[in-house]
């Protein structure tokens, strides 16, 4: 995760105790992994400048990549991002890089997001 610490602690208290797979989910830093091998989803918060090369490894790893950075779209290794339309969040997917990743995605979420090709 590529966040502040505010963002950091919100997400463990949401998945204290939760599995997956039979194991806990943990919420790190980006600072505090040795490796992106081990990462299952990355978050990459807005503000934060990310570089293209750590953006293809991720996504080359099998990392699902998540966030508002424009890095994530300008570069086109974005899978999930959140857009801000006045006051609302919205969610768009880019179905070509999450099926090319190996990740399949429900219907029903399709009907709810924006899909970029």
Do not use: W
């Not at 505010?6 to 997956?20: A, D, T, Y």
């Not at 699902?64 to 899978?79: C, F, P, R, T, Y």
């Not at 768009?92 to 899909?115: C, D, E, P």
Request: one cysteine or more; charged letters at 25%; hydrophobic letters at 45%.
């Amino acid at each position: 995760m590529i966040a502040d610490q505010e963002i950091i602690h919100k997400l463990k208290s949401v998945v204290v105790g939760e599995l997956m797979d039979g194991l806990p989910i943990i919420v790190t830093s980006f600072s505090d992994m040795k490796t992106l091998g081990s990462c299952h989803l990355l978050y990459i918060q807005g503000d934060r400048e990310v570089s293209p090369v750590l953006l293809r490894e991720a996504s080359q790893s099998g990392t699902l990549l998540i966030g508002d950075a424009k890095s994530l779209n300008s570069e086109g290794l974005g899978m999930v991002g959140f857009e801000t339309r006045g006051r609302k969040v919205r969610v768009a997917v880019n179905l070509t890089r999450l099926k090319k990743a190996g990740f399949k995605v429900s219907s029903k979420l399709l009907r709810v997001v924006r899909i970029i090709r």
